[in-house]
């Protein structure tokens, strides 16, 4: 029995950087991008205690997604999405209702909601195989691989792009960016302090609901080619490992898009290696990343903490520096 | 002692149903997955007849799972660890795989083995997390659910390229497949259930109290550390052996939904934990039944959407808490405040005309009420209906009957006390007293009245100087001759 195949230098590291470039290089792209977009949102659902929320939406856009294609029977971009947010309001709504309409806490309806719709997406996808083209599988880990045959390219003008699913997939990161920029202040301190947000005039429910927007908005548009599986995992993984390695937040964020972009591209080396699904080793690097930033975390390093134990860097970390 | 022979009984015919769907038989069939086309009664039929001892297998796995599900997942919801039980389901997946790896076949022992400390794995690095960073403990649930769950990807990614061994039913694992279950599954089930129930029986008490009051465990004595990692490993148990049929991604629902059903229908623990076994039973089972009838249906998402279902019957039409049917005690409180206002105006209406004549006319009652004559008309159908008063003129007026006129006499009687008292002890002025007693004459009860009787000294007369309708008043009856006379006041019973 060979579960580890050969270890091949040349196909895992260097054929996707020359000869089989036109195609890996679009896949660590877009798991950038993903990875990229899903952990800039990530961030702030952190720090706002709402990081499952994120893997409750993430399940419960497939219904959604399933019965836009059946309707609309095609798998174009519109109807998709329409599907999708459709999903992610009734998905919101029903969490509202089960919560506070009964006794049941929050975290339960969280559970009870998000299974039951993504229960009726897989039976939908499992009744209509034939004709949607989603299979169960896919649902969880996606066909990141596949995304170079997604023909045509887009272009403006002469200019090629790149396959249209990375294209918007580029354009939603770049978006989630500069929507952070312009709101920074806003994000900052209804995130961190909502009392003192109310004072200076911001609207938090606006704020959450514009959140809550973002985040339905990068989960569907990574959905559909990256899976389930790689958009909860970086909604809250570069976040987290971020956070271990610096208390501010404009460094957390710089650093959880280098977190992205150091997992995506080795989890594609992790999968050349070891030939197995793309996004799967892409949250198998960034889980590694992590436990790295655990380990070597400056101040709450378990590094630190075991030699810290031994009378080593005793004193107190300031929280004012 | 009756209780505990009905509950007795009840586990009795439980098991022995489970006991005959295990009956072997020497019967060879197909697996239900081999099934091609055939129609939906010839599926039911088969299903129903439990010739098949795949189908007998698939139902009693099913069954067993929801029992043992419900059971600990009762525990989840009482304790608020909804998420925790989603984390651990995903983490079981790398053990799976492993497990499987083990010698290459789909051995259950392996496998089980495998998932539990997969899964136990997962719960002990959330509490590391936890403990030696600042992360908080969802962020925590949620990268340790990723992680783990992404290597079982890759490692059951890995199998599958695999070119030797019996690969049948690993890829099954994330969405079930009930069909799958053999003889030895159903045995490693039925042990694992027994083991549950066992352990839940003896440590009961233990469970209960470290569940609802850690403080006072602590105090008992109760080791609540040991109890919850006990919790944990029956968890992973619980998720492990329902891995077969419902799957990896769904699990967490099978432990939280039917729990969550059973939840809104009780407030005592040993009976939520009976429904919740129940209701994931019923669940297992119809998710087995309907998984069945299409080719390639997965078992998981049906089992779900049946504990789902049943969770919706609760929500609307639980007995307490059920959301119709406080719709409809709150529509009934409603109308029994809106006629008990509507005999108050009555009341008051022959008040000013000193208790001259019987009936009231509906232009009268409806300028008292400030409101239209329509309404008024709407509102003496409601008393007439009840019993409460009775129609006359051509339904232009409207006169109490006896038992009308009590209660109109009560409902004045509560106000004016409650203004009267508010006005002495609480040293509010008279003229802001009206709202609070509005609001507060349909909810005294016998006791509270008498009370206040007491503490006022049987007084005579409101704040505002109106008698306040005694006991005698009351049994006098709206239309008595003396009516006209005096009205006596609140004096003391005699």
Redesign the interface.
């Known amino acids: 029995?060979?579960?580890l195949p050969p270890f091949d230098f040349h196909h895992v590291f260097v054929e996707p950087w020359t000869t089989e470039f036109a195609s890996y290089g679009w896949v660590a792209l877009m798991g950038f991008f993903v990875a990229a977009a899903c952990g800039l949102v990530g961030n702030y659902l952190?720090l706002r205690?709402?990081?499952?929320v994120?893997?409750a939406i993430s399940h419960s856009v497939l219904p959604g997604l399933a019965i836009a294609f059946l309707l609309a029977n095609s798998r174009g971009t519109g109807p998709m999405f329409l599907g999708a947010l459709a999903a992610g309001m009734v998905t919101t709504v029903l969490i509202e209702i089960?919560h506070k309409?009964?006794?049941?806490?929050q975290?339960?309806a969280?559970?009870?909601t998000f299974?039951?719709l993504?229960?009726?997406g897989?039976?939908l996808i499992?009744?209509y195989?034939s004709k949607v083209d989603l299979d169960?599988?896919c649902v969880?880990?996606g066909e990141i691989v596949n995304i170079s045959m997604d023909k045509p390219f887009a272009q403006i003008g002469s200019l090629v792009l790149g396959p249209p699913a990375l294209v918007r997939m580029g354009v939603v990161a770049v978006l989630v960016a500069i929507l952070i920029a312009i709101f920074y202040k806003e994000l900052l301190v209804s995130s961190f302090d909502p009392a003192l947000a109310f004072s200076l005039g911001i609207n938090a429910t606006v704020v959450h609901y514009s959140l809550m927007s973002a985040l339905s908005i990068v989960v569907v548009s990574a959905f559909e080619s990256v899976g389930a599986?790689l958009v909860?995992?970086m909604?809250?993984?570069p976040?987290?490992t971020a956070?271990?390695l610096s208390q501010r937040l404009p460094v957390v964020l710089g650093l959880s898009v280098l977190h992205a972009a150091l997992s995506s591209v080795l989890g594609l080396h992790?999968?050349l290696f070891?030939?197995?699904?793309v996004?799967?080793?892409?949250?198998?690097m960034?889980?590694a990343l992590?436990v790295l930033a655990?380990l070597f975390?400056p101040n709450?390093g378990?590094l630190r903490?075991w030699l810290g134990a031994r009378g080593e860097l005793a004193e107190p970390v300031s929280e004012a520096s | 002692m009756l209780h505990i022979s009905q509950r007795a009984r009840r586990s009795f015919y439980f098991l022995s149903s489970i006991l005959y769907l295990l009956l072997p038989t020497i019967a060879q069939a197909a697996k239900i997955s081999e099934i091609g086309e055939t129609s939906f009664t010839e599926q039911a039929l088969r299903f129903f007849t439990f010739q098949d001892p795949a189908v007998r297998y698939a139902l009693a796995g099913s069954m067993l799972l929801g029992i043992s599900c419900g059971l600990l997942g009762s525990f989840i919801i009482v304790r608020r660890m909804a998420l925790v039980g989603d984390a651990l389901s995903h983490a079981v997946l790398p053990g799976v795989a492993l497990g499987f790896l083990w010698n290459v076949s789909k051995d259950p022992v392996a496998i089980f083995v495998g998932a539990t400390i997969a899964g136990l794995l997962g719960t002990v690095v959330v509490r590391w997390i936890t403990d030696t960073t600042r992360l908080k403990e969802d962020t925590a649930l949620g990268l340790v659910l990723a992680t783990f769950f992404a290597v079982g990807i890759c490692l059951i990614g890995m199998i599958q390229r695999l070119p030797t061994g019996n690969k049948a039913g690993i890829d099954k694992i994330l969405f079930g497949q009930a069909a799958y279950l053999g003889a030895a599954d159903v045995r490693l089930m039925a042990i694992v259930t027994a083991f549950v129930i066992v352990v839940l029986a003896l440590f009961y008490k233990e469970f209960l109290i470290t569940s609802f009051d850690s403080g006072f465990a602590r105090a008992a004595g109760v080791p609540a550390q040991a109890i919850h990692y006990a919790l944990m490993l029956l968890l992973a148990f619980a998720v492990v052996i329902a891995l077969q049929a419902v799957g990896v991604v769904l699990v967490s629902a099978m432990l939280i939904t039917p729990a969550a059903a059973a939840y809104l229908l009780t407030d005592r623990l040993h009976r939520m934990l009976w429904l919740a076994a129940l209701f994931g039973l019923v669940a297992g089972a119809l998710g087995c039944f309907a998984s069945f009838l299409g080719p390639n249906f997965p078992t998981g998402p049906f089992m779900v959407l049946s504990a789902t279902a049943v969770f919706g019957m609760a929500f609307l039409f639980g007995p307490r808490h059920g959301v119709v049917s406080r719709w409809l005690r709150q529509r009934s409180r409603a109308q029994r405040i809106q006629r008990e206002n509507t005999l108050k105006a009555i009341y008051q209406v022959l008040e000013a005309r000193d208790f001259k004549g019987e009936s009231v006319s509906l232009r009268e009652l409806a300028e008292r009420r400030r409101e239209t004559v329509e309404e008024a008309a709407m509102q003496s159908a409601d008393l007439r209906r009840h019993g409460l008063a009775t129609i006359h003129d051509e339904g232009n007026a409207v006169a109490v009957t006896p038992e009308g006129w009590q209660l109109a006499c009560a409902i004045v009687r509560n106000h004016r006390l409650w203004e009267l008292y508010l006005t002495n002890a609480a040293q509010i002025a008279a003229d802001h007293v009206h709202e609070d007693a509005e609001k507060i004459e349909h909810v005294l009860g016998d006791e509270v009245v008498r009370e206040l009787e007491r503490r006022l000294a049987y007084a005579t007369h409101d704040p505002h100087g109106r008698p306040i309708p005694s006991l005698a008043d009351m049994q006098r009856g709206a239309t008595a001759p003396e009516r006209s006379r005096e009205f006596i006041g609140y004096g003391k019973p005699t």
Request: proline content about 2%; some cysteine.
């Open positions: 029995m060979n579960l952190i205690r709402m990081a499952l994120g893997d089960i309409k009964s006794r049941v806490k975290d339960a969280i559970g009870i299974s039951s993504f229960a009726i897989v039976i499992s009744k195989a169960q599988e969880l880990y599986i909860i995992a909604l809250i993984l976040g987290a956070s271990l992790l999968a070891l030939d197995c699904p996004s799967g080793a892409m949250v198998v960034a889980g992590f655990w975390s709450q378990l903490r």
